[in-house]
């Protein structure tokens, strides 16, 4: 019998009907191969288009290339998550190709990125590279000196390349965190750099403001000069010291008055400076905002808003905000006096107490705890063990630092917290030192020693030892098998309660 040409070649259904598809059988690789064959036949009829178009139907759709079609049918079975992964690497290697090509490599600066790797691939003349300064934080406390050497230039003589550099160098700074992305922005263009050494007068009390300052590294001291109208001497107080990502200076600027405080440099320090008209321009609004805010605040506070309005605007020039992240230490371990005295705004504080103690084990396995200090007689055998035990939480309104004895207690953020701050000499000022040693007792009364910490403790232990054993006797008794039986139930519950007249109660 002469074989059939494939052009009359009859093809198998691919299902009929009354039988499920499930998946594709080996007529559908026949109707493959045949389709091949026809795709690459140039010289087909018209017979075998519409074979064609039937196959292509029968498939699923058009076929354009034989190869195409067959990936089609083994998508599912070659497509994994090996095939994914692959997939999402090839797309890093790209990217990090791209970072080769963009970032010219060759000129990288030792300065600007001490930490680049390089890797050259011997079949091309790509190279992929790996920059350590990309993954870090955004934020760091100093300026390289090609930065520098650009904010020394006049606004006018910086370039765009340059104006991009300063922009992402003013977004890591950590004293521009709270401006939003378009200030930033307007603020390369305008910010000078400058540094000065020790005790180097940067603000003068009684002047007329003419600058704005952001301390990029190092610090400053805060002093006012006070005159006795009766004596006619000056005393002068110092009010604290601002850190790196602080600023200042802005308070003459806002209002147009002259300087109310002295500022000194604290050892080596940089600053970036805006000067008055593009402080108007640019930063004026947002630090009238601030003003606005903290005298409402200080309104606000039950501790503050019996004070005259005239000494209410008095601390708030003094006074400033300072936010502190989740588990911040805010301070602690000492019983001096704070420079500052702080309220919580917003968010919640935890008291936690450093405690030290030497555990004693027993015979039966129990442990006794001493304070080191006890006049008890101990053990080589004794364990020093480190606690660290939550007191109590504060929250908004509530003030600390005004000198209670901290001694191993530290103040923990136990949420995003904000605090306004205040001098304690501008407190004492308007409240008077009365008030401040009450402040200072009624926390001291608050706080616990280490032998009510102890006790407290030792309660906790004995409660948590009877909860343990109260489960165990629990759990233990569910495995006594129950021998009671129908007859040994009272008639009277079995058949119901009985009334006083005797009846039956259903």
């Known amino acids: 019998m002469p074989q059939e040409s494939s052009n009359n070649l009859k093809l198998p259904a691919i299902h009929k009907p009354g039988h499920k598809r499930l998946y594709v059988d080996h007529s559908v690789n ?8 026809l795709l690459k036949n140039p010289e087909r009829s018209k017979s075998d288009c519409r074979r064609r178009k039937k196959i292509e139907a029968s498939c699923g759709g058009p076929r354009q290339t034989p190869e195409r079609e067959r990936n089609k049918f083994a998508k599912k079975k070659t497509t994994g998550k090996w095939d994914q992964t692959f997939k999402k690497v090839a797309k890093k290697v790209k990217t990090s190709l791209l970072w080769s090509h963009d970032l010219g490599l060759d000129a990288i600066s030792k300065e600007e990125t001490p930490k680049a790797y390089q890797v050259k ?3 091309s003349e790509l190279t992929l590279s790996f920059d350590v300064n990309n993954f870090k934080a955004r934020s760091y406390g100093g300026l390289s000196s090609k930065a520098k050497e650009i904010l020394r230039k006049h606004e006018l003589e910086r370039t765009p390349q340059e104006l991009k550099l300063l922009q992402d160098v003013i977004y890591r700074l950590k004293c521009f965190e709270k401006y939003p992305g378009r200030v930033r922005q307007k603020l390369a263009k305008i910010v000078c750099f400058e540094a000065y050494n020790d005790e180097r007068v940067l603000l003068r009390q009684g002047y007329m ?3 704005f300052y952001f301390i990029v590294s190092g610090a400053v001291t805060v002093m006012t000069t006070d005159v006795d109208n009766k004596t006619g001497k000056s005393k002068t107080h110092i009010l604290g010291e601002l850190q790196e990502g602080s600023s200042f200076g802005e308070l003459a600027l806002v209002h147009n008055i002259k300087r109310t ?3 000194v440099s604290k050892g ?8 008055k008209p593009d402080f108007d321009a640019v930063l004026a609004a947002s630090q009238r905002y601030e003003w606005n805010r903290r005298l409402k605040i200080i309104k606000s506070l039950d501790l503050l808003k019996m004070w005259t309005p005239k000494d209410q605007e008095a601390c708030n020039q003094k006074c400033r905000t300072v936010e502190y992240p989740l588990h911040k230490v805010i301070f602690g371990n000492t019983k ?3 420079e500052n005295l702080y309220i919580i705004i917003r968010g919640m504080c935890r008291v936690v107490r450093d405690l030290t103690l030497l555990r004693q084990t027993l015979g039966d396995g129990t442990s006794l705890f001493h304070l080191p200090q ?8 004794w364990v020093p063990e480190r606690h660290l035990w939550s007191i109590f939480t504060i929250g908004k309104g509530q003030y600390f630092g005004v000198g209670e004895n901290l001694t191993d207690t530290y103040l923990v953020s136990w949420q995003k917290v904000e605090c306004l701050t205040i001098p304690r000499v501008e407190f004492s000022k308007h409240t008077g030192p009365q008030v401040l040693h009450k402040m200072v007792k009624d926390l001291n009364n608050i706080l616990p020693d280490n032998k009510e910490l102890l006790c407290i403790m030792k309660a906790q232990n004995r409660w948590k030892a009877y909860k343990k054993e109260l489960i165990q006797q629990v759990v233990s008794r569910r495995h006594i098998p129950n021998a009671t039986v129908h007859q ?4 009277s519950i079995r058949l119901g309660s009985v009334g006083n007249d005797g009846t039956r109660i259903d």
């Open 30 to 37: 026949k109707r493959l191969n045949l389709l091949d064959e």
């Open 121 to 123: 691939d011997t079949t």
């Open 209 to 211: 403001g003419m600058s």
């Open 261 to 263: 405080a002295t500022i």
């Open 268 to 275: 080596t320090s940089e600053f970036l400076r805006v000067d």
């Open 336 to 338: 001096d006096e704070q």
């Open 374 to 381: 006890d006049n008890v007689k101990e053990d080589p055998s």
């Open 488 to 491: 040994d139930i009272p008639k």
